[in-house]
């Protein structure tokens, strides 16, 4: 009754199951018996990425489907059969054969993503729409990780690029400049990890840097904790 791996990548909890998800396989632990379940292992236990390493797991507006982010690509799990599924819409479309570099959600469950073509919508019926504003604003796609959705807009979304946050809005396709990195930190190997609302002020949390801290009302900045005698990654 263990994890089908140690290393952790993603988490989605129901009413009734936890679903985890490592580097290897897919894991659903049950609230009301303890029973561990594991799904999609790859028979080769050393290989450290491959399309049983699940990086993140996302709702689909079907409770009986999950969307799992793999290291290959982005799938539908049904947690009734325990297997993939492949809609006709997905096997027609390469946006989904991309290795994807960061997704996030709408309140809606359609998944925003990121790859090497650009920016997409994906909606629930797994149909894309490409968002061909940010597309273009992305010209180094992979430098791009979603932070997630503004807690007091709908369809609006923070993200981190070429050392700043952005925030976007969907229905208009539109990117605004939100805070930008000082000068000193601008050559640094940075990624956005996170974003947590705490009261009135919105946490961002920046990997290999540290912690910025706006206002959620109009994005001013009021703090942020760096520490300047950090060696930044490479």
Do not use: C
Not at 152 to 179: C, M, P, T
Not at 212 to 232: A, H, R
Request: aromatic content about 14%.
């Amino acid at each position: 009754n263990t994890l089908s791996h140690n290393v952790v990548f993603g988490l989605h909890s129901t009413a009734t199951d936890l679903w985890i998800g490592t580097q290897n396989g897919l894991n659903r632990y049950q609230w009301h018996s303890g029973e561990i379940k594991q799904f999609l292992v790859n028979s080769d236990s050393a290989a450290v990425e491959s399309a049983a390493t699940i990086y993140g797991i996302y709702p689909h507006a079907s409770d009986r489907y999950l969307w799992l982010l793999t290291a290959v690509s982005l799938v539908q799990f049904d947690t009734v059969l325990n297997q993939l599924v492949v809609p006709t819409s997905i096997q027609n479309s390469d946006v989904f054969q991309q290795y994807i570099y960061s997704v996030t959600q709408t309140a809606d469950n359609d998944l925003l993503i990121i790859n090497a073509k650009g920016a997409f919508r994906i909606k629930n019926d797994s149909s894309t729409q490409p968002l061909k504003s940010l597309s273009l604003f992305l010209s180094s796609p992979q430098d791009a990780q979603w932070f997630g959705a503004d807690p007091a807009a709908v369809n609006e979304f923070f993200f981190f690029y070429q050392g700043a946050i952005w925030r976007y809005r969907l229905e208009q396709d539109k990117v605004s400049l939100v805070y930008q990195l000082p000068e000193q930190h601008k050559d640094k190997v940075l990624f956005g990890e996170g974003m947590q609302q705490v009261n009135q002020s919105l946490w961002f949390l920046i990997s290999g840097l540290g912690l910025v801290e706006l206002d959620s009302t109009n994005f001013t900045l009021k703090s942020t904790f760096f520490n300047p005698d950090e060696p930044s990654l490479s």
